[in-house]
């Protein structure tokens, strides 16, 4: 059974998306505000498997809801929708930690088919990926779980979110290769490879927060300068 938290302000939006996802197998709750839906993460008794966050909301906003969610180290899922109007919210949600995104007004089917992807994702419940499908790489004292989103470093767990656990795996499955911000927005994020954006530097810095001895003097993930960053083992 997964959990899904519809975080809608739009009353018959947020009840249409329940009775969809309900008819799904999923178990649904409903937060109308940015407030009660921080609290429903963070201070909750369900632990939710996913998030749909508008972000127009009253209270918080959906933007300050992810960042909130993501500083406090809980890495659920977080399926952002935007007005139309609106493009450079996506790129905001994405710097705060969303994971995917759909612009309103959005076809059911694909958004059902997008929750699907990202709890299946979570999961890594095989077949996705296929054998050829990096799942563990070992590195100094660190140990990458890619099934699990995990890293182990020492007697220490990391959890990763989705994204962070793609950017890993696209620096390691180009090793020695300097890879552009470009193309890491376009592999990663599904992003144009020009978006004005600082969401890679900002992954970057997170990652080496969490493999590297010396953040400041990385060893694994270097930075390429003008180009952008490359994984040595
Ligand atoms: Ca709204």
């Known amino acids: 059974m997964s959990y899904v938290l519809i975080v809608e302000d739009e009353t018959h939006l947020a009840e249409g998306l329940r009775f969809n996802l309900e008819a799904e197998g999923y178990e649904v709750d409903v ?9 429903r993460l963070l201070g909750g008794e369900r632990r939710y498997d996913l998030v749909v966050l508008d972000l127009m909301l009253p209270e918080r906003n959906g933007l300050e809801v992810a960042r909130r969610v993501r500083a406090a180290g809980n890495f659920v899922p977080i399926l952002i929708l935007t007005a139309k109007d609106a493009a450079s919210d996506v790129v905001r949600g994405i710097e705060e930690g969303g994971d995917d995104y759909m ?6 089917a694909e958004l059902l088919a997008r929750v699907r992807a990202l709890l299946r994702r979570r999961r890594w419940d095989g077949g996705s990926g296929g054998e050829d499908e990096l799942r ?4 100094a004292d660190v140990r990458v779980h890619f099934d699990r989103f995990e890293i182990e470093r020492g007697d220490e767990t990391i959890q990763l979110t989705i994204r962070e656990a793609a950017l890993l795996r696209a620096l390691i499955e180009r090793e020695g290769r300097a890879v552009t911000r470009g193309e890491l927005l376009e592999v990663v994020w599904g992003l144009r490879p020009d978006t ?4 890679v530097d900002s992954f970057i810095a997170r990652l080496r927060r969490y493999i590297e001895e010396d953040p400041s003097r990385p060893r694994h993930i270097l930075s390429v300068r003008g180009h952008g960053y490359k994984f040595v083992r």
Not at 31 to 39: H, I, L, N, Y
Not at 103 to 108: D, E, R, S, V
Not at 136 to 139: C, K, T, W, Y
Not at 196 to 199: D, G, H, K, L, W
Request: charged share 25%.
């Open 31 to 39: 937060a109308v505000d940015g407030r009660s839906a921080v609290d």
């Open 196 to 199: 004005n954006t600082r969401v």
């Open 136 to 139: 563990e790489v070992s590195f």
């Open 103 to 108: 612009t309103k007004p959005f076809i059911l």
